[in-house]
Nanobody, 127 residues
Framework: QLQLVESGGGLVQPGGSLRLSCVVS????????IGWFRQAPGKERGGVSC????????SFAKFVKGRFTISRDNAKNAVYLQMNSLKPEDTAVYYC????????????????????WGQGTQVTVSS
């Protein structure tokens, strides 16, 4: 059974940065595309970014383009979401998700397209 654990969340001031990590266990990361999602109180869970299993394709939601980057280190079974120029509206619980089939070829996709999920990490952007 694939397990995902997120870390790196916290409280940051507007304009600051955080790096989220998603560490996978139970299987090798090589087989999976990884997506990052977020959910703010009272809102639906929405896609933020994804990276294909090979790492050759990435995609970002429009509201984070130019501010967030995604990378993976298969040797460490980890995927990272670097978040810069954070805004109060980025406040949410951030989740990583894995799927062996999702191509990540233009969109982070919907939550229903990912089979495995982490428990989430809280990101709060506030002065």
């Amino acid at each position: 059974q694939l397990q995902l654990v997120e870390s790196g969340g916290g409280l940051v001031q507007p304009g600051g940065s955080l790096r989220l990590s998603c560490v996978v266990s139970g299987s090798t990361l090589d087989y999976y595309a990884i997506g990052w999602f977020r959910q703010a109180p009272g809102k639906e869970r929405g896609g933020v970014s994804c990276i294909s299993s090979s790492g050759g394709s990435t995609s970002f939601a429009k509201f984070v383009k130019g501010r967030f980057t995604i990378s993976r280190d298969n040797a460490k079974n980890a995927v990272y979401l670097q978040m810069n120029s954070l805004k109060p509206e980025d406040t949410a619980v951030y989740y990583c998700a894995a799927d062996p089939r999702y191509p990540c070829d233009g969109s982070p996709g919907g939550a229903h397209e990912y089979d495995y999920w982490g428990q989430g990490t809280q990101v709060t952007v506030s002065s």
